[in-house]
């Protein structure tokens, strides 16, 4: 099957193309990434990860660990106020964040991607059975 189709273009011109300015690079999303973590602020960072990791600590996989905090929290104490019970959740959920948090900016500062140097046979034969 073929098909023949007509496009008209504007002419090209030496004027149209020194009056153009050139183009920036095209920069890819993880280089700017990059670029922000090298370039900022650090406590913003800092902070970013924190909020990210505060996110991370909602997400579905932390489900299992709701029977187990309950169980932490209503087996510490018989005589349990609500405070108390909201301040050891919510030390559960900043330690957690805060794990996200460093082992997100270690990962980002890491430079390359985790991925393929976590995929090497050195480092995987410990793990097979």
């Known amino acids: 099957m073929s098909k023949t189709l007509t496009l008209a273009l504007p002419e ?17 999303e993880q280089d700017e990434i990059v670029n922000s973590l090298r370039h900022d602020n650090i406590a913003i960072v800092i902070a970013s990860f924190f909020g990210f990791g505060l996110l ?30 909201f301040m050891l959740s919510l030390s559960y959920v900043l330690a957690s964040a805060l794990t996200y948090a ?12 985790l991925q393929a140097f976590f995929n090497k046979l050195g480092l995987l034969l410990p793990l097979v059975p």
């Open 12 to 28: 090209i011109t030496e004027s149209s193309q020194t009056a153009s300015s050139p183009t920036p690079p095209i920069i890819s």
């Open 102 to 113: 460093v082992f997100g900016v270690i990962a980002a500062l890491f430079g390359s991607n």
């Open 56 to 85: 991370l600590s909602l997400t579905p996989c932390i489900f299992p660990m709701i029977p187990i905090l309950s169980g932490i929290i209503v087996g510490h104490n018989k005589k349990l106020s609500v405070m108390r019970g």
